[in-house]
């Protein structure tokens, strides 16, 4: 629950996510981490079942007025697979799904939420729809792909902030794709065809940002 102070504690297993299998890995997991000096809560989910290609992310801003401006959705093919990478995008496409916007929208304005987020979401195939991993308050690691379809996100700040100008609100439909790695590397593990032909779609039309 605590990034700050669980890397501030380093030790020779840690890593940025765990899955855990059984009882005695969990405790052993979670010895390690506080004996190595982290003091803040541990967060335990149900791993949803499914490769990298589930994964979503959802990245926008909401207004000081506690209104969406901007939903980017984007459908990761690829995470980074190291011990400390685990959970950062290191591929993507960018998806629209209106249904799953609302939702998400309807959810930051009920809360009065102001300012960037960060939606963590992975398909969960047994029952037909997505669930929300977690929510980072701030822009994603991998949120260049906004501004690869058009949209950039400073901009909505500016706007926001120092003109005062209200724009609305808007959901990203163009394509593009984004990547952190090599393009050989990524096209290796991409298994759907339906997705390789959209993605080489886009490299064919240069629609890539990086």
């Known amino acids: 629950s605590n990034g700050v102070n669980y890397w501030k504690n380093d030790f020779k297993t840690q890593q940025k996510v765990y899955r855990i299998y059984n009882d005695q890995q969990l405790k052993t997991v979670i010895d390690s981490i506080y004996q190595a000096g982290y003091e803040d809560e541990l967060i335990l989910q149900?791993?949803?079942?499914?490769?990298?290609?589930?994964?979503?992310?959802?990245?926008?801003?909401?207004?000081?007025?506690?209104?969406?401006?901007?939903?980017?959705l984007a459908n990761v093919l690829l995470e980074e697979h190291t011990p400390h990478g685990l959970g950062n995008a290191s591929f993507s496409i960018t998806e629209y799904n209106q249904e799953l916007s609302n939702m998400l929208k309807s959810f930051l304005e009920g809360i009065g939420y102001v300012g960037f987020f960060t939606f963590d979401i992975k398909y969960d195939h047994r029952y037909d729809k997505y669930k929300v991993l977690e929510i980072n308050l701030r822009q994603g690691r991998s949120n260049y792909y906004v501004t690869g379809a058009g949209y950039n996100l400073a901009k909505y700040v500016v706007e926001d902030y120092i003109y005062n100008r209200d724009t609305g609100f808007q959901?990203?439909?163009?394509?593009?794709?984004?990547?952190?790695?090599?393009?050989?590397i990524a096209l290796?593990?991409?298994?759907?065809?339906?997705?390789?032909?959209?993605?080489?779609?886009?490299v064919k039309n240069k629609k890539i940002s990086r």
């Open 46 to 72: 149900e791993f949803v079942p499914g490769d990298d290609s589930q994964l979503r992310v959802m990245i926008g801003y909401s207004g000081k007025d506690k209104k969406v401006k901007l939903m980017s």
């Open 171 to 184: 959901i990203v439909k163009e394509d593009n794709l984004w990547l952190s790695i090599p393009l050989g």
């Open 188 to 202: 290796k593990y991409v298994k759907d065809k339906d997705k390789l032909d959209k993605v080489n779609k886009l």
